[in-house]
């Protein structure tokens, strides 16, 4: 049966926000998680992933997490290691624990950052292809992969790792044109993670099904994941607005783009 309690962490954040709307429509009932008080959720728990007894009781009882809580940009390494590493860990001894069966984990494109993307006529980038982080944020995402790999070889905890591309209400950079993952289809992806059978540890890459994408959605596509949105539409505009990326520069080279050289930090 198809789960139906999650716990959704990060429910704050830009993508919890995003998706405290959408899943409800897939009949999940959704306990709701974050550092901080989720804004019109007066129900929520307000715990840090530092705080194991409340994580412990966060997860208990639920079918499944959708585990988006972290830092999400690049930051000082040790704010990284206690909220995506340190942090992690505490949510997966949670999950065992209590006997949850299945995460989502928010994997991101900057494990893999440092990867070339692909010219006109290569092949797209596969799941498989050796961890490059871009950023000590990204470098937390291969370490949470390794975790959730680990979790499943010894203990039987399924996850699949989502590495989101960007997901955002519309894409706002020419590279973003690449990355995107709607929100629709950010729902769309995490209900087939949630709903697929046997998925072990499988890694996914999470975005539209972008005319410009440089990435492999195969293993995606085999949870079930049918993509129906495409960032082609904003094109146009986004081209005409910021121009395309000066050849030889990081956005032009590497799929993490502009992370690989000045790095967004945290917080917002
Ligand atoms: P965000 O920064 O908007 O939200 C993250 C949330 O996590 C915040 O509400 C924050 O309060 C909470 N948080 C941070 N540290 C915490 C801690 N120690 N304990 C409890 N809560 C904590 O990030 P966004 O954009 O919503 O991303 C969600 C997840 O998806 C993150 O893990 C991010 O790394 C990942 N991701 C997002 C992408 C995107 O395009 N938005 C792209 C790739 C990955
Ligand atoms: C990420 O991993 C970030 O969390 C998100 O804020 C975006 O910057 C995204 O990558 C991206 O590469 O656009």
Redesign the pocket.
Known sequence: PAPRTLLL??A?????TLMRELLPAYGYELRLL???PVPGAPDAIVA???DRAALREAVRGADAVVH?????LEAEFEKIVA?NIT?LHHLYEAVREEGVPRVVF?S??HAVGFTRRPREGEPPVPVDTPHRPDTFYGLSKCFGEDLAQLYWDLHGVETVSVR?????PEPTSVRMLSMWLSPGDCARLLHAALTAQEVGHTVVYGSSANTRAWWDLSTARALGYAPRDDSEEFAGKLIAEKGLPEPGSADDLYLGGHFCVNPPRWP?
């Open positions: 962490t990060g704050a954040g830009g993508v919890g974050d550092a901080v840090d992933l530092a988006l809580a972290g830092i999400s909220a942090g928010a991101s494109n989101i591309g960007s997901c955002f917002h």
